[in-house]
């Protein structure tokens, strides 16, 4: 059962994640540099998805983190499914569409998120880096999180990732997404 909810949950992330793509005014992050990266070689999004989150991966070792087949999962799952949404779904013409795609998309990745979250098979590489950087660092996780999304976020900007109103609502309501799809997840196993 944990597999299918972590195989699920990974699902409506990358879900999620394309349709902030599709919707064309800005994405998370880490598809900001998936993008910029896409744009300058002519390799597809999701193939950038696959190869960024597989380096992450690699920066663990020095780290001495240890994977668990939920993070093998996470790098091959949400790639395709970046793909899948980006190659099958349309930029929608109005703005408002633009933003109403964005605000499904937030709130998708946030119901993946708790879903993949409470299967306890392993983080995601981004989510082990995060917390090997705070236990190595000493400083606080949300310090070290926002450093890294800069820096992510900054890259993938000069290499032509898109950043916009997308990217902010990411920004300010992903936390409050996954925090409002915990609690429902929590009251329905709570039975």
Known sequence: MRFTILIIGLALFGIGDGLLIVAHIGNAPWSVLAQGLSLRTNIALGWWTFIISTIVLLIWIPLREKPGFGTIANI??????????????PTPPALWEQLTLSIVGVLTVGAGSSLYLTCGLGPGPRDGLMTALHYRTGLPVGRVRMFIELVV???????????GIGTVLFALFIGYSVAFWLGIV???TAH
Do not use: E
């Open 153 to 163: 976020l900054t890259l993938g900007w000069s290499l032509g990732g898109r950043v």
């Open 76 to 89: 091959v799952v949400i790639a395709t499914f970046i793909q899948f949404t980006v190659d099958l779904l």
């Open 186 to 188: 929590g009251r329905l």
